[in-house]
């Protein structure tokens, strides 16, 4: 791999070498000078995230958090829910929001097995099959179909009734 050559903005005009291939930065614009954000409309300095405020004032005693100035809107809004968490009458909210800020958000998982994903599969190849059994054997669609639930794994034999109810009343129709 060969190296490139890209314009540097340099004042000396100096040009360097990139260790990636033509392709790669072929589009791209200089490196930004010093001095000059990168991210113009990103967050400013200096700004206060009440999610840190709630992780410095909830490691405060009480007697410290009674006397504590807030010096800041952030640090204001943050003594308010620590308060409200403590002795308020909607702790409850409170302390979910801070938990929610500062530890992020609690994650519930779902579990989805086969069973419930494939049902609808299942019933189709259910009623297939038991036409095919009925077909072959020369007997009422309806004895084939009360055979092979009499097999059915337990589990799947609700769903499967209520697939044939479904599927008799859209027959009638």
Not at 64 to 73: D, H, I, K, R, T
Not at 148 to 169: D, H, K, N, S
């Amino acid at each position: 791999m060969s190296a490139t050559v890209v314009p540097s903005d340099s004042s000396d005009g100096e040009k360097h070498r990139s260790k990636y291939p033509p392709s790669r930065i072929a589009g791209l614009l200089p490196p930004w000078k010093p001095g000059v954000s990168p991210n113009p409309g990103g967050v400013k300095k200096g700004t206060v995230f009440i999610s840190e405020c709630y992780k410095r004032l909830s490691i405060l005693s009480l007697a410290e958090l009674q006397e504590f100035q807030p010096a800041n809107a952030a640090e204001a809004m943050a003594l308010r829910q620590i308060v409200a968490a403590i002795y308020g009458a909607d702790a409850l909210n409170s302390i979910k929001e801070i938990t929610d800020r500062t530890e992020g958000k609690a994650h519930q998982s779902v579990e989805l097995n086969s069973t419930t994903v494939n049902i609808n599969v299942q019933v189709n190849l259910f009623l297939d099959a038991a036409k095919q059994l009925a077909e072959n054997h020369g007997v009422p669609l309806e004895l084939a179909q009360a055979r092979m639930l009499a097999i059915a794994e337990p589990a799947q034999r609700a769903a499967i009734e209520a697939a044939l109810v479904v599927a008799q009343a859209t027959e009638q129709e």
